[in-house]
Every structure is written in structure tokens, then in C-alpha cells.
């Protein structure tokens, strides 16, 4: 089975950075695709950015320029970097993954079948 656990979420001023991590254990994981993905109250989780196991990353129009998604897969952790944070950002931010192989990775959530629990981002002005 497999298991995520992100950290690194907290509170900070407008312009400030955060690092997330993910942690994904389980000798089961396969696949090729995760992401980041975001839900601020009363609205629609979003895709923050996705990663293929060949390295292709993808960053969203909103955050492009900012925010930046990596991996180790040595460590088996996958990051997001946030710099030059708006209070816009503010949201509980998911890691997931695909449990299927794929030559390249869905930008849509519902591809990816496996969640962790979410890390608070809060963003004061």
C-alpha cells in the first residue's frame, strides 16, 4: 500500500517562501506521475504542478515563475518550492500519485489515485 505524508506548510507574510516535502513509502509504488494540488475554502481543488519519473514538469499559469516542483528519488520525496508567495496561495496543499504507468502524466486529479493528508499554506498580506 502505499502512503504519503507531506509537511512543511505554515503561516507567512506575503513574499515569503515554503518548502513542502512529500514523503511516498510503499514497496507497491510503481508509477510514473505525481503532483501538487491545492483547495482553498469554498472552492475547487486545483493542480498546482505534476512531475513524470523521466523529470517533464509542469507548473500551473498561476503559480508558474514561483513555484517550482522537484523530486528525489533517491530520498523518494517529492518537493514544491514557493517563492514570492500571495495571499491568493492560501490553501491545503495535497501530494498524490498515479498508481499507473504512464509515458507522460494527466494534469486532471482525478488520474491520480492516491492522497496524502494535506499541509496548511497560509498567506497574510
Known amino acids: 500500500q502505499v502512503q504519503l505524508v507531506e509537511s512543511g506548510g505554515g503561516s507567512v507574510q506575503a513574499g515569503g517562501s515554503l518548502r513542502l516535502s512529500c514523503i511516498v513509502s510503499?514497496?507497491?509504488?510503481?508509477?510514473?506521475?505525481m503532483g501538487w494540488f491545492r483547495q482553498a475554502p469554498g472552492k475547487e481543488r486545483e493542480t498546482v504542478a505534476i512531475i513524470h519519473s523521466g523529470g517533464t514538469a509542469i507548473t500551473g499559469n498561476s503559480v508558474r515563475g514561483r513555484f517550482t516542483i522537484s523530486k528525489d528519488n533517491v530520498k523518494n520525496t517529492l518537493y514544491l518550492q514557493m517563492n514570492s508567495l500571495k495571499p491568493e496561495d492560501t490553501a491545503m496543499y495535497y501530494c498524490?500519485?498515479?498508481?499507473?504507468?504512464?509515458?507522460?502524466?494527466?494534469?486532471?486529479?482525478?488520474?491520480?489515485?492516491?492522497w496524502g493528508q494535506g499541509t496548511q499554506v497560509t498567506v497574510s498580506s
Open positions: 498524490a500519485v498515479d498508481l499507473i504507468r504512464r509515458r507522460s502524466c494527466y494534469w486532471g486529479d482525478k488520474y491520480y489515485g492516491q
Open positions: 510503499g514497496s507497491t509504488y510503481s508509477g510514473d506521475c
